[in-house]
């Protein structure tokens, strides 16, 4: 049980790790569509690409 308790500690504390990461990266992307692009705006990022994408139309599906 020790053994699965410590693993898990270090799992949360690089999870922690990698989002402080994330936040301190996407501000500069966050600021960039707030200049940029109106409120329906976002940036997908993948392994082979970066895009912009604007919604245009939306209509829920309920």
Known sequence: MKKNA???????KK????????ELIS?????????NY???TRIVIDFESVKVVTDVL?????
């Open 6 to 12: 410590k693993y898990l500690e270090q799992n949360r």
């Open 38 to 40: 109106n409120p329906h």
């Open 58 to 62: 939306g209509i829920p599906n309920n």
């Open 27 to 35: 501000g500069p992307l966050i600021k960039f569509l707030e200049v």
């Open 15 to 22: 999870r922690e790790q990698l989002m402080d990461e994330l």
